[in-house]
């Protein structure tokens, strides 16, 4: 059975810093993995995707890394905002099929301190 | 484009009631996903559509709950009875086909009291 950890639970950094989010995963037969954000009272906005045969995928001030074989993937804010305060969750796509079932993990809360 | 929409926001019912959520997916979204949010957790999905068929449906309650898609477009989730542990968020979101980046709707939040 796949499970999605991720660590820290909350996470608390003053403007400006460089700081990383880490998702681990036990199945490394994975379709991709996904990172998503979502704000207080709303949905999930996806944030990149990674297909499993991939590295990494950057957009902006976020780059996210995938390693398959040790079951992890790591989400690098660079030069954090306030703005940027949100649980962060990553999700793997199992595939197979006619169906994608994400797995979630539980998220992580941060909060970038003006 | 307009997003993923659901109504309602918010509802709060006693255990035992039944309640409806409806989600409106984005236009041409050909598959269709209902996921549950307990306080805490990340999303659990209950059902995934593709057009108005139904291709996972594993982790769904069958016996009390249910979702249906006519015609392909719009999808509603029942619960009927709800229990105490039912009160989470509901999502629905959509994607243009499966394995691909799925949208998110703000979601339904149900108390059940």
């Known amino acids: 059975k796949q499970e999605v950890t991720q660590i820290p639970a909350a996470l608390s950094v003053p403007e400006g810093e460089n700081l990383v989010l880490n998702c681990s995963f036990t199945?490394?037969?994975?379709?991709?993995l996904q990172w998503f954000r979502q704000d207080p009272g709303k949905g999930l906005t996806s944030l990149l995707l990674?297909?499993?045969?991939?590295r990494e995928q950057t957009s902006g001030r976020l780059n996210a890394s995938l390693d398959k074989s040790s079951g992890r993937s790591t989400l690098y804010i660079a030069a954090s905002q306030p703005g940027d305060s949100a649980t962060y969750l990553c999700?793997?796509?199992?595939?197979?099929?006619?169906?994608?079932?994400?797995?979630f993990g539980t998220g992580t809360l941060l909060a970038v301190q003006p | 484009e307009a997003g993923v929409a659901q109504s309602p926001r918010y509802k709060i019912i006693e255990k035992r009631q039944s309640v409806a959520f409806w989600c409106n997916p984005i236009?041409?979204?050909?598959?269709l996903y209902w996921y549950q949010q307990i306080l805490g957790q990340g999303p659990k999905l209950l059902i995934q559509?593709?057009?108005?068929?139904?291709?996972?449906d594993s982790q769904l309650p069958k016996d009390r709950f249910s979702a249906e898609r006519l015609k392909g477009v719009d999808s509603t989730l029942k619960i009927q009875p709800a229990k105490l542990e039912d009160s989470a968020v509901y999502l629905c979101?959509?994607?243009?086909?499966?394995?691909?980046?799925?949208?998110f709707g703000p979601g339904t939040r149900l108390l059940v009291l």
């Open positions: 979101a959509s994607s243009p086909r499966h394995q691909e980046t799925q949208y």
């Open positions: 199945d490394s037969a994975i379709y991709n």
């Open positions: 990674i297909q499993s045969s991939q």
């Open positions: 999700a793997v796509d199992l595939g197979g099929g006619a169906t994608n079932k994400l797995i």
């Open positions: 236009s041409g979204h050909a598959t």
């Open positions: 559509f593709q057009n108005n068929g139904v291709v996972d």
